[in-house]
């Protein structure tokens, strides 16, 4: 009895163990291409439960992972979505736009086309292995964008594929938030994919 708790206590170490804070962006441990990304609770737009299971279900995903509304690099990446969203959603994906933020009032700011969630708990973006801590000259920032959720975790921006078991098809991962994907890369890998 004492070794099947040992190897159970292992196992559900070795399960969440990429649900962890980084010290930096450049430490980050990502999930890699074919993992399934946890079930993980996050918050709709209406602020209604929801989770990755369920969201990811419906179609396959091109799931966006920004730090916030408040990062003018995010929000010229969302801009720039609009120059594809019509064909990642003719092509069957549906487009999810996930950040620590509480959902703002103006939510769909740049196109009513895909949703925004809100991961102001940061446990989807710990269980992607994403997570770093935040420098302290984001706390601030952070807490009034999340509504006291969150002080301190930022997420590596990050673009995924993922088919309707949740697995990762494809992914990209940048520890400068200045880099983003080329809008046409993320097309051509979705069609590909597809």
């Known amino acids: 009895m004492k070794q099947l708790l040992s190897i159970t ?3 559900l170490v070795f399960q969440f163990s990429n649900a962890q804070i980084a010290t930096s ?5 990502p999930l890699l291409i074919g993992e399934k990304v946890p079930t993980t609770e996050v918050l709709t737009s209406k602020n209604e439960k929801t989770t990755t299971n369920e969201l990811f279900k419906k179609k396959n995903t091109v799931l966006i992972v920004y730090r916030g509304g408040w990062c003018p690099y995010c929000n010229r990446q969302l801009e720039g979505l609009r120059k594809i969203e019509d064909n990642l959603i003719a092509s069957g994906y549906q487009i999810i736009a996930v950040s620590p933020d509480a959902i703002p009032e103006e939510a769909n700011k740049y196109s009513s086309k895909y949703q925004l969630i809100s991961d ?3 446990k989807l973006i710990q269980n992607l292995g994403i997570a770093f801590q935040a420098p302290t000259k984001y ?29 990762i ?9 200045k880099n983003r994907i080329d809008e046409k890369l993320l ?3 979705a069609k590909a994919l597809n």
């Open 9 to 11: 206590a292992f196992l």
């Open 25 to 29: 962006a450049e430490d980050v441990s």
């Open 120 to 122: 102001s708990s940061t």
């Open 139 to 167: 706390g601030d920032i952070l807490s009034k964008a999340s509504k006291g959720m969150n002080s301190s975790v930022l997420p590596a921006p990050s673009v995924y594929i993922i088919n309707k078991k949740s697995e």
């Open 169 to 177: 098809l494809f992914e990209y991962i940048s520890p400068d938030y």
């Open 187 to 189: 097309l051509a890998a």
